[in-house]
């Protein structure tokens, strides 16, 4: 499990919401509930992502922060290889 830093806007149509410590994890929605769980997947489908890619996960930062943020809250990320099992068919010669 990695710990990773949330943070949300709350703006006058809804919530920004987006991962500071990892590149790309953005979300929106029309309230906080709703943008918790868009964002906790946002981050799953970014890390599957950069592993499929062979990158390397960038690393939690604790020190992240954004000023402008409303709220910021830890969110974590945990990763399961079940879920990318595949059968490939053997090649008959």
Known sequence: MLTYKAMYKFLDNG????VLDFP????WGEDLSI???SLASALVDMAEVYLLKGESLPLP???STEPEADLEEPI?????AANHVQVVPRLVA
């Not at 790309?24 to 979300?27: D, H, L, P, T, V």
Request: net charge neutral; no cysteine.
């Open 15 to 18: 919530v920004h919401g987006e």
């Open 76 to 80: 974590y990320l945990i990763l399961s």
């Open 35 to 37: 943008v918790r769980r």
């Open 61 to 63: 930062n604790e020190q």
């Open 24 to 27: 790309g994890a953005i979300s």
